[in-house]
Structure formats: C-alpha cells, structure tokens
C-alpha cells in the first residue's frame, strides 16, 4: 500500500519524516502529554499513586510493542546485546516524568507542571546538544537560543506563580 506523502517512512530502525509533520507530530503528542499528569493523578484517586504509574507505563509497553509488531522491525531486538547503561536512562526519565507529574499535579496544576518540566527539559537539552552527548550533533548556544531559553524560563516563572 503506497504511503501519502510526508508520512514516516522506515529507514533500518529508524522512522524519517519531513519536518513540517515532525513539527504537528510533536505539537499533538504535547496535547497528549499535557492531559498525562491529571488523568494519572485521577487513577491514582482509585488505585493510589504507584499503581496508577505502573498501569501508564503498562499502557505505553503495550501501545509501543503493538506498533514495534506492526509497523517496525522485531528482528532488531537483537541489537540489544549493545545495551549500554546510559541508555536506560530513556526509559528512567519515562518513568520520572509519570511518577513526578502524577504527585505534582496536585499542588501545581497541569500548566505548572508541563512549564516546570519544558523548562528543565529546555536547559538539559541546549547543555546535551552543545556536547552533542548520546551522539547527538553538536549546536552552538547562541544568542537567539539563550534569549528563548529566557523567555521559557519567563513564563515558567509566570505560570507558576499563581
């Protein structure tokens, strides 16, 4: 079956997109992601903090495995023999971010706690591309990108204030 044009296509294991989509892909999963501390904070009123964290973490093994089965390269699993222990940590920020977030919600809100999180997201990711660390390609800190990271921060401050 063809694929529309723009739509990821697989390249090894790796999906490649134009970026105009990387851009609405990314803008739509920040909707999701913005709804994910209070629907999370809401479970938790019923099966408490933790349980709640593990059934977000068993809904997104699920929902990745299937399309791994479908749409990606189970044979690539084999690559896991090059498991090094730094890359866990994708999967220990996974778990962070629901076990905070579903405890922060409360007091902060969902604006607060997304401003919260974008803005140490922000900092974290201007120092790793800088050092191009986890093979990333290096990017100079330049003005414009200290002067967004100011206006981040700014409306950190903003939102976090009420």
Avoid: E
Wanted: one cysteine or more.
């Amino acid at each position: 079956m063809p694929r529309p044009a723009g739509f990821p296509a697989a390249v090894g294991n790796r999906v490649r997109m134009s970026r105009t989509l990387a851009v609405i892909c990314t803008l739509l999963a920040g909707g999701v992601v913005a709804l994910q501390p209070p629907a999370n904070a809401a479970l938790a009123n019923h099966v408490g903090d933790l349980t709640a964290a593990l059934l977000s973490a068993a809904i997104t093994v699920t929902i990745v495995g299937l399309l791994l089965l479908v749409l990606g390269h189970p044979g690539r699993l084999s690559g896991l023999r090059s498991f090094k222990p730094l890359y866990a940590l994708g999967g220990i920020g996974g778990a962070t971010i629901v076990i905070v977030a579903l405890v922060t919600v409360r007091p902060l809100g969902a604006g607060g706690v997304t401003a919260l999180l974008v803005t140490a997201q922000l900092v974290v990711s201007l120092v790793a591309d800088r050092f191009g660390w986890l093979g990333l390609h290096q990017v100079a800190i330049g003005p414009a990108r200290v002067l967004g990271l100011a206006l981040v921060i700014g409306g950190t401050v903003l939102i976090t204030r009420t």
